[in-house]
């Protein structure tokens, strides 16, 4: 590969902070208000024009789709968020579970009150692109922005990217499952002039459930999820492709949809799924933006043909952003395993807990019976850099722990331990790798997190 030489220069400094978050789904959201309520200056960067990931960057509405009767959930910043949606309007019933779908672009007006109430500094279209070392210790990052490059000291950071992308810069020891193995990435999308009632009247005579997930997916269940209602659809696809309507080959089409509101729209249509894609990869991430948006037409074609209900249907929106499943996961001083998300793994250094949800890898499992486990905090903390967390999907473990902690409501628990570790190791003098775990459970008490 061709490489040039830039010039040294001298790099304004535009900010510093107690605790710096950079990316703010999720994951951020929880640690920059965990931090700021623990007492520490906190600042969250954020590289595109709002707050909320995912859900409001991808249009990812089911935050907490997994919950069943039975499910014993997170307590904390999780259930906040979720519970100040609703009070704002910013949400509606999900369909296939007692939880909240989140409603992608007036969650942006939430997370920009919730984070001014909170006292957290907020910045906006600033992308990190370097790192700031002292020997192991990280000390800040350099962000891009149309002030040009810039610095932003802290003493305590917080990686919430969802690809650890500061853990990257800053040389953090990392895995990546092999690209032609990795979840698929999605390209979310929003219908309109859809006739609500027909279209819910055919789902009623038309019912599917999680056991039609292993036709397509080859989805290995506990068989308690098998006979439970999921809003997937498929047949109308293999209609469409047995019609030439979508190309034969074309598999990557067919999945669930979630909120039809009463003026016809459908929101988070989440019936994209590509893989072979690395989203740290730039070339890729082109290749399934475009790819994406032309099989979205692909599926509003099939449906407006075979669905009941879409007949008059028309694309209102795209998601602004791929939806990213799995990338980099750091080395930790523990890494998660599969044995500890589907056996209840106990640890002494947990920071919050989760249902036994797992979905990915070819695993579905339903939190039906009231089973959970403990998100440890050494996950959080990357082998060798000292002073930097990670929160969200980044943390260590392995292919299926990956499955259960990627879900946005364990991203808010682990992202809520780190907000509350960086805080309470500045307040005791400790590094992030020496605060003590009673210490940092003391505050999370204080903060209404269950961690047992």
């Given at each position: 590969m061709k490489a040039i030489k830039e010039p040294s220069r001298s790099t304004p400094v535009i900010a510093e902070a107690d605790v710096l978050i950079v990316g703010s789904g999720p994951a951020g959201i929880a640690a920059a208000i965990s931090s700021a309520r623990a007492g520490a200056d906190t600042l969250l960067v954020e590289r595109f024009g709002c707050f909320g990931g995912n859900m409001t960057h991808v249009g990812v509405e089911g935050i907490a789709w997994y919950r069943q009767g039975k499910t014993v959930d997170v307590e904390g910043i999780g259930i906040e968020l979720e519970k100040r949606a609703k009070d704002s309007g910013a949400s509606s019933p999900e369909v296939q579970s007692s939880s909240q779908a989140i409603h992608s672009e007036l969650f942006k007006v939430v997370a920009d009150q919730w984070l001014e109430e909170e006292g957290v500094r907020t910045l906006l279209h600033a992308t990190a692109v370097d790192v700031i070392m002292d020997g192991n210790v990280i000390k800040g990052i350099i962000i891009q922005s149309k002030m040009g490059r810039s610095a932003i000291l802290a003493k305590r950071i917080i990686d919430?990217?969802?690809d650890a992308d500061i853990a990257h810069l800053a040389g953090v020891p990392y895995r990546k499952t092999p690209k032609e193995d990795m979840l698929p990435v999605t390209v979310m999308f929003s219908c309109t002039g859809v006739e609500r009632e027909r279209f819910?009247?055919?789902?009623?005579?038309?019912?599917?459930?999680?056991?039609?997930?292993t036709k397509k997916w080859q989805v290995k269940t506990t068989g308690k999820e098998d006979e439970r209602f999921s809003p997937y659809l498929e047949e109308p696809f293999n209609q469409a492709r047995k019609d030439g309507v979508i190309p034969k080959g074309l598999t990557s089409i067919g999945g669930t949809w979630s909120t039809i509101n009463d003026h016809g729209e459908a929101t988070y249509l989440n019936m994209i799924h590509m893989g072979g894609i690395d989203g740290t990869d730039?070339?890729?991430?082109?290749?399934?933006?475009?790819?994406?948006?032309?099989?979205?037409?692909h599926a509003i074609h099939a449906l407006k043909k075979y669905t009941p209900g879409f007949e008059t249907a028309n694309l209102r929106n795209f998601g602004m952003t791929i939806g990213i499943r799995d990338t980099r996961k750091i080395e930790g001083r523990y890494g998660l395993t599969e044995q500890d998300v589907l056996n209840q793994g106990r640890f002494d250094d947990a920071i919050g807990i989760f249902p036994e949800f797992v979905d990915g890898y070819g695993v579905l499992t339903l939190p039906t019976t009231g089973r959970y486990f403990h998100v440890p905090y050494r996950t959080m903390v990357p082998k060798t850099i000292e002073n930097l967390l990670v929160a969200g999907r980044s943390i260590a473990g392995d292919k299926v722990s990956h499955a259960a902690v990627r879900n946005m409501m364990c991203c808010t628990v682990s992202g809520q331990g780190a907000g509350v570790a960086a805080a309470v190791s500045l307040k005791t003098g400790k590094t992030t790798s020496e605060v003590a775990i009673a210490d940092i459970h003391q505050e999370l008490r204080r903060q209404a997190v269950r961690i047992s």
């Open positions: 919430a990217s969802g819910l009247d055919f789902v009623k005579n038309n019912p599917t459930k999680y056991k039609d997930w730039l070339w890729d991430l082109t290749r399934g933006e475009i790819e994406g948006r032309r099989q979205a037409m």
